[in-house]
């Protein structure tokens, strides 16, 4: 059985509504070694834009994070992703049981520890910064 769904997120920049459609699948192989072993309920996306040109920097700081947030209760998964016409946004969408779980890793020094990948002089636009909470709604 493949697993998939779609979340659309409306995005106001520049004084224009722009449409994105983020699109994720997870394996079928995920599914029966149980690594999403409840329906999410909650998902917490946060949006930066980098400013100075290490967008390859950030990427691969991600590709090899710690994990850290993997063992937190209510922890489902994380997608990070970077649009093709737009290499230096990235969005990051954490998936959760509940908002409960989420707010208590949000607060947690597990969560401060695992922003320590982050790399060295990294710029990040102020007014392109945007973390949102949504309620999982269905795929």
């Not at 997120?9 to 072993?37: Q, R, T, Y």
């Not at 980098?50 to 998964?77: C, H, P, W, Y």
Request: charged fraction near 20%.
């Amino acid at each position: 059985m493949t697993y998939g769904a779609q979340l659309y997120c409306v995005i106001k920049l520049n004084n224009e509504i722009l449409g994105l459609h983020v699109f994720w699948a997870l394996l079928d192989h995920a599914l029966d070694n149980n690594s999403m072993h409840s329906s999410p309920g909650f998902v917490a996306t946060s949006r930066f834009v980098i400013a100075n040109g290490m967008e390859d920097e950030v990427k691969t700081a991600f590709r090899n994070r710690l994990g850290l947030v993997d063992s937190a209760q209510g922890f489902l998964r994380m997608d990070v992703l970077s649009p093709m016409d737009r290499p230096q946004e990235i969005w990051l969408l954490t998936f959760w049981e509940n908002e409960e779980c989420y707010e208590t890793w949000h607060h947690s020094h597990v969560y401060h520890d695992s922003h320590k990948g982050i790399p060295k002089g990294l710029k990040l636009v102020p007014a392109e910064t945007e973390i949102r909470s949504f309620e999982y709604v269905g795929d």
